[in-house]
């Protein structure tokens, strides 16, 4: 059974402050995908990460992809409140295409003023 | 456009009735999905619809029926729910299931469901 879990579950931070979010999975998979949930909100789709070595960044956010260690980070950088949110990533088993999605647990990021 | 609606936002429904969720999306994607989501909680996948066909139950309880009209439509009938199933129901959609881009599922703002 593949199990996808993140560190930390919550996070506290300061503005300006940089962090990383962490997120290990436990069968071989070549998608992984993070998402973004404001409270009672909908996900908003961060990133695709498709390959061994894949990095994507968008604003203060950057997530990279190591398939070997079975292991996605979500890096924020000189972080804002606006990115107060709770963020998921999501693990697509090999072979079922984009069909059958396992979450993580999620970490939810607080930053203070 | 990168939209998918649901309706109602919100339903509140005794044990004993009859409703349904529905989800509709314009981007021609091909494969639609159900997923349940607790507060507080990862979402959870519960059926998927691959060319208006259905690929993945969850081994989800029959009082949750799945229904696919068309490709841009994807419907959640209820029936005899517990109180255990309130929860925030999103619908999602992706494109070709064999393509070869980053197939992302794109989701609905959800329907809030509250049994009673």
């Known amino acids: 059974e593949l199990k996808v879990e993140q560190n930390p579950l919550f996070l506290s931070m300061q503005e300006g402050k940089n962090y990383t979010i962490y997120c290990n999975y436990s069968?071989?998979?070549?998608?992984l995908y993070w998402y973004r949930q404001d409270p009672g909100k909908s996900l908003e789709s961060l990133f695709v990460?498709?390959?061994?070595?894949a990095v994507k960044q968008e604003g203060r956010l950057m997530a990279s992809l190591d398939t070997k260690a079975r292991l996605s980070t979500l890096h924020i950088t000189a972080a804002v409140h606006d990115l107060s949110a709770t963020y998921f990533c999501?693990?697509?088993?090999?072979?079922?295409?984009?069909?059958?999605?396992?979450f993580g647990t999620g970490t939810r990021l607080t930053i203070i003023p | 456009d990168t939209e998918v609606t649901q309706t109602p936002k919100h339903l509140v429904m005794g044990m004993t009735n009859k409703k349904s969720l529905k989800c509709e999306q314009h981007m021609g994607h091909r494969a639609m999905y159900w997923y349940k989501q607790k507060a507080k909680k990862p979402p959870e996948l519960m059926f998927v619809y691959s060319y208006e066909k259905l690929s993945i139950n969850e081994s989800v309880p029959s009082r949750f029926s799945p229904e696919c009209p068309n490709s841009s439509l994807l419907n959640l009938h209820l029936h005899a729910l517990q109180p255990e199933d309130s929860a925030l129901y999103l619908c999602a959609s992706s494109q070709d299931r064999t393509g070869g881009s980053a197939d992302t599922q794109y989701f609905g703002p959800g329907t809030r469901l509250t049994v009673l």
């Open positions: 999501a693990v697509d088993i090999l072979g079922f295409g984009n069909e059958k999605l396992t």
């Open positions: 990460l498709l390959s061994n070595g």
């Open positions: 069968t071989t998979s070549d998608r």
